[in-house]
C-alpha cells in the first residue's frame, strides 16, 4: 500500500520559512517523479514544484521561483520543500504527489498516481 506522508506544516509570520516533507512508502522511490501542489480556500489545486526522480531536474511555479527549493533524498524514500519569504498569498493546504512520469507532475495531470492527504501552511501579515 502505498502512503505518502506529509508534515512541517505550521503558522508562520510572513518573511519566515517553513519546510516540508513527505515521506514515501509502499513504492519504489527513486522511480518516481515528485512533486508539490497547493490548494487555498475556494481556489483550485496549483502546482508549486517537482523534482526528477534523480533530483537531476526541478521545476517551479512562477510564483514561488526564487523563494522556494525542492529537493529529495532517495535513501530516506523522502522529498522536501524549503519555503523562504513567505508571504500570506502562500498559505493553503500543500500535498505531496508522486508518479513515475515527472512531466505528469509538472503539468498537474488528473493521472497522478499518489498523493499525500495535504499538511496546512498558514503565513500571517
Known amino acids: 500500500q502505498v502512503q505518502l506522508v506529509e508534515s512541517g506544516g505550521g503558522l508562520v509570520q510572513a518573511g519566515g520559512s517553513l519546510r516540508l516533507s513527505c515521506a514515501a512508502s509502499?513504492?519504489?522511490?527513486?522511480?518516481?517523479?515528485m512533486g508539490w501542489f497547493r490548494q487555498a480556500p475556494g481556489e483550485e489545486r496549483e502546482f508549486v514544484a517537482a523534482?526528477?526522480?534523480?533530483?537531476?531536474?526541478?521545476y517551479y511555479a512562477d510564483s514561488v521561483k526564487g523563494r522556494f527549493t525542492i529537493s529529495r533524498d532517495n535513501a530516506k524514500n523522502t522529498v522536501y520543500l524549503q519555503m523562504n519569504s513567505l508571504k500570506p498569498e502562500d498559505t493553503a493546504v500543500y500535498y505531496c504527489?508522486?508518479?513515475?512520469?515527472?512531466?505528469?507532475?509538472?503539468?498537474?495531470?488528473?493521472?497522478?498516481?499518489?498523493w499525500g492527504q495535504g499538511t496546512q501552511v498558514t503565513v500571517s501579515s
Open positions: 504527489a508522486a508518479d513515475p512520469i515527472t512531466r505528469q507532475v509538472v503539468a498537474g495531470s488528473n493521472e497522478i498516481k499518489y
Open positions: 523534482i526528477s526522480w534523480s533530483g537531476g531536474r526541478t
Open positions: 509502499g513504492l519504489t522511490f527513486s522511480n518516481y517523479g
